[in-house]
């Protein structure tokens, strides 16, 4: 059965079209990159739907992601709403602090992107965004009465937090001489559509699934399955705009039903020019300015999670902080070698409290590999052994107990 499946048959050379390039062993983390890189870039993000259906020419499911891969969009302004659900337990905000601090900058600023944006990994936000070409673009978080905006206009990126009244000021990766911004560009739902859909192999179905009124347009719906068993995630559903080919709705919906994991969306698009002005900054009076040298430090690598690496694709970490990844398709797992312990307990030198409540959001589990323990969330799972190692990916807690034992 061709990966790619719709009401109209595929010549034999279509599909080894569809198939070439396609095979990218970190699959597992594709979904949580839709998450990650809304939560962490000032990119366009994909849409709501309205109701009703439009009457559109039927097309295929080759024509339709022909039709994405042509998408040129580059101006755009709008409101998006955001939610995600990915089960987390209620730690009363516990963990929407640790997230923060995990990717905490050493400067401590409330106005860094890298800890405000985390804040959208969990429950609903609204945003404003604006975007004229890949040198412009505004993101702005609507809080309770506080705003928090994010403006990248040339080589200038500035961040604004109106409740604490501190600015973050920093620079694109790119220079003068003309360095790539593909992190911006891949940032975009047409970017993450592009990098989902070359990771379909032979271990997926794609299907055009009817259309729907998207923020006032009428779109395409293209549905992306997993044939395989043992994985998390159910359908991903992206609705791809009929008149431009710009994906406008990420939906994620996982294996074990319910609300989607990932919904994020436009409530109102306009693809006019948005005003020069909107993408001016001016410090406001008497705010506390933090200043980052981006040039001191690594510009984030957005294809690795894809697994654009060709090493990657064979199973050989580029350095010790890189997973080795084993398994095919949608139940490909990643294997870190952390070097140390596993999850602490209440009982271990040192640990403390700590080491029982970590413990305590996990399942303890064992096998041939010995003993370990397991951390869900409804899309991802992680296996966190006694002798440090660590195996993750959107799969059922059973595989990765049986990628652990495999791997004895």
Do not use: C
Not at 104 to 109: A, E, T
Not at 167 to 172: D, I, L, M, N, Q
Request: no cysteine; net charge negative; charged share 25%.
């Amino acid at each position: 059965m061709a990966p790619y499946e719709t009401d109209d048959s595929t010549e034999t050379g279509e599909r080894d079209e569809l198939r070439a390039g396609r095979r990218r062993a970190a699959r597992y983390i594709v979904p949580v990159t839709v998450v990650g890189v809304a939560a962490a870039t000032i990119g366009l993000v994909p849409a709501l739907a309205d109701s009703g259906d439009p009457n559109l020419p039927k097309v295929t499911a080759q024509q339709l992601i022909d039709k994405i891969a042509k998408s040129d969009v580059q101006q755009l302004s709008g409101t998006v709403k955001i939610s995600t659900d990915l089960g987390l337990p209620d730690l009363g905000g516990l963990e929407s602090s640790m997230l923060s601090g995990a990717t905490k900058s050493g400067d401590g600023s409330s106005a860094d992107p890298t800890t405000k944006l985390t804040e959208l990994a969990t429950g609903t936000h609204t945003l404003r965004v604006a975007a004229d070409g890949p040198d412009k673009q505004k993101v702005s978080l609507l809080e309770n009465a506080a705003e928090y905006s994010l403006i990248h206009n040339g080589k200038d990126v500035w961040g604004y937090d109106s409740q604490t009244n501190e600015v973050f000021h920093g620079t694109t990766a790119a220079d003068a001489s003309g360095a790539s911004k593909s992190d911006e560009t891949r940032a975009t739902p047409k970017g993450l559509t592009d990098e989902a859909l070359k990771s379909v192999d032979d271990t997926t179905s794609v299907t055009v699934d009817g259309t729907e009124h998207v923020a006032g347009r009428d779109a395409y719906k293209l549905l992306i399955k997993p044939k395989q068993t043992g994985t998390t995630v159910g359908t991903i559903s992206v609705a791809v705009d009929a008149k431009t080919g710009l994906p406008l709705k990420f939906t994620l919906t996982p294996a074990s039903g319910g609300a989607a994991v990932v919904d994020v969306g436009f409530t109102q698009l306009s693809l006019a020019k948005p005003a020069a002005s909107t993408f001016d900054f001016k410090t406001p009076k008497g705010a506390k300015v933090t200043t980052e040298d981006s040039a001191s430090k690594a510009a984030p690598d957005h294809s690795a999670p894809f697994g654009k690496d060709d090493k990657a694709d064979k199973g050989l970490a580029k350095g010790a902080d890189d997973p080795t990844v084993i398994g095919k398709g949608w139940n490909s797992i990643a294997v870190f070698e952390t070097g140390g312990q596993g999850v602490p307990t209440g009982s271990s030198s040192g640990s403390g409290d700590l080491g029982g409540f970590l413990g305590s959001l996990g399942d303890q589990v064992k096998g041939d590999f010995g003993k370990g323990t397991v951390f869900s969330t409804r899309l991802v799972n992680a296996l966190v052994t006694d002798d440090g190692k660590v195996y993750v990916g959107a799969v059922t807690k059973s595989a990765l107990v049986k990628a652990a034992d495999a791997a004895k």
